[in-house]
């Protein structure tokens, strides 16, 4: 096992799991600064407000890029299934 395949898994599992975690972070964000928003305009000064609009919109975008999501990952858990020969050093 080289230096360079330790940080091709490396890089792998940081762009893997920036991939799957980017759509609910992002979706998250947006309506947190959109609630925000609103907040300042009507000037609420509950904190508590934006926690239901985040969870419905989290839990939305789960259920449509879920199946995505899982893909991902199981193409990565199997590419790195198969290096394990390498990754124990007996594949060379």
């Given at each position: 096992?080289?230096?360079?395949?330790?940080?091709?898994?490396?890089?792998?599992?940081?762009?893997?799991?920036?991939?799957?975690v980017a759509p609910v972070?992002?979706?998250?964000?947006?309506?947190?600064?959109?609630v925000s928003l609103v907040?300042?305009?009507?000037?609420?000064?509950e904190m508590t407000i934006?926690?239901?609009?985040?969870?419905?919109?989290?839990?939305?975008?789960?259920?449509?890029?879920?199946?995505?999501?899982?893909?991902?990952?199981?193409?990565?858990?199997?590419?790195?299934?198969?290096?394990?020969?390498?990754?124990?050093?007996?594949?060379?």
């Open positions: 096992m080289t230096v360079n395949f330790v940080m091709d898994l490396a890089r792998q599992s940081l762009v893997t799991t920036l991939l799957v972070m992002v979706v998250g964000f947006v309506v947190g600064i959109i907040q300042a305009v009507m000037q609420l000064q934006t926690f239901v609009p985040k969870i419905i919109a989290i839990g939305l975008t789960l259920l449509v890029t879920g199946a995505w999501m899982i893909k991902q990952l199981m193409t990565y858990s199997v590419n790195l299934l198969g290096h394990f020969p390498e990754i124990l050093g007996r594949g060379m």
